[in-house]
């Protein structure tokens, strides 16, 4: 599987962004998708995850409540919906698939995508 995020950019704390990540690969309805992101001097972190089928979703502390994550297996992408923006919520933003049920550990996932930023302004 391979793996493209986009749709980071800049916006203003209170604001919203969509992130997209695209797979290619014909097993991706059978991984769980997962977003971490890592901010500067930071350890990448867990954000969202996903179960295979779309009907289960996961959500760290710190986004629950703001963050939507969800899938559509038929044109292979997976979304991260973030509103309410914070200034702490300003990150690389990756995803990441693994084959099976998800985790919030990074290193479980074998598939990752290459990162986009995002900047909250306060």
């Known amino acids: 599987v391979q793996l493209q995020a986009c749709g980071g950019g800049l916006v203003q704390a209170g604001g919203s962004l969509r992130l997209s990540c695209a797979a290619s690969?014909?097993?991706?309805?059978?991984?769980?998708i997962a977003w971490f992101r890592q901010a500067p001097g930071k350890e990448r972190e867990f954000v969202a995850a996903?179960?295979?089928?779309?009907?289960?979703?996961y959500y760290a502390d710190s986004v629950k409540g703001r963050f939507t994550i969800s899938r559509d297996n038929a044109p292979k992408k997976a979304y991260l919906q973030m509103d309410s923006l914070k200034p702490e919520d300003t990150a690389v933003y990756y995803c990441?698939?693994?084959?099976?049920?998800?985790?919030?550990?990074?290193?479980?996932?074998?598939?990752w995508g290459q990162g986009t930023q995002v900047t909250v302004s306060s």
């Open positions: 690969g014909r097993t991706f309805s059978s991984y769980a």
């Open positions: 990441a698939a693994r084959a099976g049920s998800y985790s919030a550990y990074d290193g479980g996932y074998n598939y």
């Open positions: 996903i179960s295979w089928s779309g009907g289960r979703e």
